[in-house]
């Protein structure tokens, strides 16, 4: 790795983290309601360094759609299943539908 990505300690940068947590939780969000919507909070909680290189599983779900805000989660875990880090994010969902295709 070119470590682009990596904290000064040889672990993933907290902003590569939280640009997981965007992406994977907007997912999760539009697979429930087919809108991308527009973020308005994002929490997030480090709790443990994951070292450039190793594998990680995230995991993102949809809490709650309303009509005009959701409410998703997402977690990052090690190959042990230790949780690494933990997020909350929001987002206003009063933006135009999109077409899914989820056949692949």
Avoid at 15 to 31: E, K, N, P
Wanted: proline letters at 2%; aromatic letters at 6%.
């Amino acid at each position: 790795s070119s470590g682009i990505n990596a904290e000064y300690g040889g672990t993933m940068h907290g902003g590569m983290g939280a640009s997981l947590v965007d992406l994977c939780s907007s997912v999760a969000i539009l697979s429930k309601c087919s809108r991308w919507g527009i973020s308005t909070d994002m929490q997030i909680s480090y709790l443990k360094g994951a070292p450039v290189g190793s594998e990680i599983e995230i995991v993102g779900q949809c809490d709650k759609a309303g009509k005009t805000l959701a409410f998703s989660s997402c977690q990052i875990f090690n190959e042990k299943g230790d949780l690494l880090l933990k997020g909350q994010h929001t987002k206003y969902m009063g933006t135009p539908h999109v077409e899914l295709d989820m056949t692949e």
